[in-house]
T-cell receptor
């Protein structure tokens, strides 16, 4: 299967700072990427969908000014958590899908990023 | 609203025993259903999926799942557990079809004992 890499795997930051998480598709072009968030012992929750070259679509209840998503190239999407607070501590996972509009194309997941805000 | 319920956050089996991980879903339209596995410090890997057609779906590593519409279930089974099967398993539904907006269950951690 295709490989999706997230960086960093874990990060600790101070409250009030911003953190950028990268999601790269290593061996395919991803026109669509998805960002999920997972709280301990809870489900993965879709935060937003991003298509290369356009603005991300955020799910209801997700603050787009706090969770900035950029998908400027076909192999890279970034999620920036701005002015992070302890309640933003979570596990963030991205997935990448090859072809825009082809809903039956499998989406491949990154290994996730553990964010801890202190 | 669509949802996924995985019964049992932890399941423990002996090596060689049957593995049964339960998943029930709610969806107002025919769903696509998925099982993913996550090993420590790794991403989610697709085990199998149901879209249309045959209701018994075979996946990788000897796993299979059966879509039962009348029971709104998609339970995951494997006849004989291996130590390497120890991982977190997630059931997911895509109520609109395809891989958009996957709704995940809370996950089941499978432990396999010698």
């Amino acid at each position: 299967g295709a490989v999706v890499s997230q960086h960093p795997s874990w990060v600790i930051c101070k409250s009030g700072t911003s953190v950028k998480i990268e999601c790269r598709s290593l061996d395919f072009q991803a026109t669509t990427m998805f960002w999920y968030r997972q709280f301990p012992k809870q489900s993965l929750m879709l935060m937003a969908t991003s298509n290369e070259g356009s603005k991300a679509t955020y799910e209801q209840g997700v603050e787009k000014d706090k969770f900035l998503i950029n998908h400027a190239s076909l192999t890279l999407s970034t999620l920036t958590v701005t002015s992070a607070h302890p309640e933003d501590s979570s596990f963030y996972i991205c997935s990448a899908r090859r072809t825009a509009g082809a809903m039956n194309t499998e989406a491949f997941f990154g290994q996730g990023t553990r964010l801890t805000v202190v | 609203a669509q949802s996924v319920t995985q019964l049992g956050s932890h399941v423990s089996v002996s090596e060689g025993a049957l593995v049964l991980l339960r998943c029930n879903y709610s969806s107002s339209v025919p769903p696509y259903l998925f099982w993913y596995v996550q090993y420590p410090n790794q991403g989610l890997q697709l085990l199998l999926k149901y879209t249309t057609g045959a209701t018994l779906v075979k996946g990788i590593n000897g796993f299979e799942a059966e879509f039962k519409k009348s029971e709104t279930s998609f339970h995951l089974t494997k006849p004989s557990a291996h130590m390497s099967d120890a991982a977190e398993y997630f059931c997911a539904v895509s109520p609109s079809g395809g891989y958009n907006k996957l709704i995940f269950g809370a996950g089941t951690r499978l432990a396999v004992h010698p």
